[in-house]
């Protein structure tokens, strides 16, 4: 009930902190915000949420970046880096391409390490601060981890980050690894380091700085005031959709908390809260499973398996907070292949945005919900883009061109050019690399099995 969007405001309880409380979002539990550690309610081990006897409006944000929305945060600053006011991209050749009144892409790959996990960090090592912990941890994908040691390292703190062995992006390990982090690599899943990293938390060693942790999602949800800003001022409306890939599902979960509080302080109008749309890849879809079916709890995928390795994960910890905002803002969840997410990374790219996989996984997404009907012609859409290209340089590279050696000289060069500027040259180097490619079905399927034939036709004929 209490995460229903009509929910009113609430004051203040006794162990409230200026205005600041923890509630338990299954028993309705009360909790004092910073003097003691938890991350979930002690009564029935439900999510917390942070609640605000005063929500915010949007003539309260001034200044810039996250801390620009701290009327509706814990604190005035945290530790900062600073990160948000990200790009919100105009797309045209996409828009016309999958046929939309309006496409916009909020890039959260801007931030300062790459990834919308700065948003988190910057409130989450804030809170560690005035908790005085000593040492912070979390478990990762690969982007929380690149956070926390960056945010960890500016904060002058200890910090530690479990991560799936073999299975995290080059980009986000080098981070981890050069802002000092100990990288500790597990012999299991995404979902197996959570678990270890909660029993670590749990016995007092370590401030888990996951998103399970209430706090970084206030800063995640500093995401959703800003497309509404953004949008409102470029139209003078709100869009009617926003479409985000799905791991963890903090984001899903942050984005519907921003709109439940502009909503709680009047702001904003309840058929005013776009459609929040969650996307994962097929190989890790169980959030999608649940929404598809009207279950109102997630299953655990064991098993899980996609290019995108940001949201290779089988167990959503913020599903409860999730399924709510996805069902109560009339949104959806759909899958999709790694192929189809390929290939909406090169869309992307076409127009000179640049994204790692993941990322990528919610204009594909929008692509096929236009194709279902699902998502009308007639609506404004964002797609949020979580993570840079730079992050996953190997997936970018399978994705692109390759480089072309040539000779030291420039006639030489110039003849290279030239040669290469046949609709073939360019167009055999991904035929080469799609056949080592075990992308090689979809881009068939995609119509590169039609430039193909074209392609040895006219090579037949000049042979
Ligand atoms: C690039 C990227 N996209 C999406 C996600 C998933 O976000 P969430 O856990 O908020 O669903 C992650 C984090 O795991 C990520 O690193
Ligand atoms: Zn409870």
């Known amino acids: 009930m209490s995460l229903e969007l009509s929910a009113p405001?609430?004051?203040?309880?006794?162990?409230?902190?200026?205005?600041?409380?923890?509630?338990?979002?299954?028993?309705?539990?009360?909790?004092?915000?910073?003097?003691?550690?938890?991350?979930?309610?002690?009564?029935?081990?439900?999510?917390l949420e942070v609640r605000y006897d005063?929500?915010?409006?949007?003539?309260?944000?001034?200044?810039?970046?996250?801390?620009?929305?701290?009327?509706?945060?814990?604190?005035?600053?945290?530790?900062?880096?600073?990160?948000?006011?990200?790009?919100?991209?105009?797309?045209?050749?996409?828009?016309?391409?999958?046929?939309?009144?309006?496409?916009?892409?909020?890039?959260?790959?801007?931030?300062?390490?790459?990834?919308?996990?700065?948003?988190?960090?910057?409130?989450?090592?804030?809170?560690?601060?005035?908790?005085?912990?000593?040492?912070?941890?979390?478990?990762s994908t690969g982007n929380t981890s690149a956070a926390l040691a960056a945010y960890g390292a500016r904060g002058g703190m200890e910090t530690l980050v479990l991560l799936p062995s073999g299975k995290v992006a080059a980009g986000k390990i080098a981070q981890a690894s050069l802002h000092n982090a100990r990288i500790l690599e597990v012999d299991g899943n995404f979902d197996s380091c959570l678990d270890i990293v909660?029993?670590?938390?749990?016995?007092?060693?370590?401030?888990?700085?996951?998103?399970?942790?209430?706090?970084?999602?206030?800063?995640?949800?500093?995401?959703g005031f800003e497309i509404l800003e953004e949008h409102y001022e470029d139209y003078g409306?709100?869009?009617?959709?926003?479409?985000?890939?799905?791991?963890?599902?903090?984001?899903?979960?942050?984005?519907?908390?921003?709109?439940?509080?502009?909503?709680?302080?009047?702001?904003?109008?309840?058929?005013?809260?776009?459609?929040?749309?969650?996307?994962?890849?097929?190989?890790?879809?169980?959030?999608?499973?649940?929404?598809?079916?009207?279950?109102?709890?997630?299953?655990?995928?064991?098993?899980?398996?996609?290019?995108?390795?940001?949201?290779?994960?089988?167990?959503?910890?913020?599903?409860?907070?999730?399924?709510?905002?996805?069902?109560?803002?009339?949104?959806?969840?759909?899958?999709?292949?790694?192929?189809?997410?390929?290939?909406?990374?090169r869309d992307l790219a076409a127009e000179g945005v640049g994204v790692e996989p993941a990322s990528a996984a919610s204009v594909a997404g929008l692509r096929?919900?236009?194709?279902?009907?699902?998502?009308?012609?007639?609506?404004?859409?964002v797609c949020l883009t979580t993570g840079h290209l730079l992050k996953d340089p190997d997936a970018a590279f399978a994705a692109g061109g390759d480089p072309e050696p040539v000779p030291n000289d420039t006639e030489a060069v110039l003849e290279h050019i030239n040669a290469g500027s046949s609709p073939f040259g360019r167009l055999s180097q991904q035929v080469s690399k799609a056949a080592d490619s075990p992308l090689l079905p979809a881009l068939v399927g995609g119509g590169l099995a039609v430039g193909y034939l074209g392609y040895r036709k006219l090579r037949s004929k000049l042979e």
């Open 9 to 47: 405001a609430q004051s203040a309880p006794a162990c409230a902190d200026d205005g600041v409380w923890l509630e338990c979002i299954e028993c309705g539990e009360q909790f004092a915000p910073f003097e003691d550690i938890r991350y979930t309610c002690d009564e029935c081990d439900g999510l």
């Open 54 to 139: 005063d929500p915010p409006t949007f003539d309260e944000f001034e200044g810039r970046g996250v801390w620009r929305y701290n009327a509706g945060l814990p604190f005035e600053v945290g530790v900062t880096l600073p990160e948000g006011n990200t790009p919100l991209h105009e797309m045209p050749r996409l828009r016309e391409d999958i046929g939309l009144k309006r496409l916009r892409v909020k890039h959260e790959g801007m931030n300062p390490t790459g990834s919308f996990k700065d948003r988190g960090m910057t409130v989450g090592v804030r809170v560690a601060k005035e908790l005085g912990v000593g040492r912070l941890a979390c478990a």
């Open 198 to 223: 909660q029993d670590l938390a749990a016995k007092g060693e370590v401030y888990l700085l996951n998103s399970l942790n209430p706090f970084r999602l206030e800063g995640q949800k500093t995401i």
């Open 237 to 345: 409306e709100y869009p009617d959709r926003i479409i985000l890939p799905v791991g963890n599902a903090g984001n899903t979960s942050a984005l519907y908390k921003a709109f439940r509080e502009l909503v709680q302080s009047g702001a904003l109008d309840e058929s005013e809260v776009p459609k929040l749309t969650g996307v994962q890849a097929e190989g890790a879809a169980p959030m999608v499973e649940a929404v598809r079916n009207g279950n109102d709890e997630v299953r655990r995928w064991d098993e899980v398996e996609t290019i995108a390795t940001a949201i290779r994960i089988g167990n959503p910890v913020n599903a409860p907070k999730a399924l709510p905002g996805i069902r109560n803002t009339g949104g959806t969840a759909i899958s999709v292949s790694d192929e189809e997410i390929t290939a909406a990374q």
């Open 368 to 381: 096929k919900l236009r194709e279902t009907g699902e998502v009308g012609a007639d609506e404004s859409v």
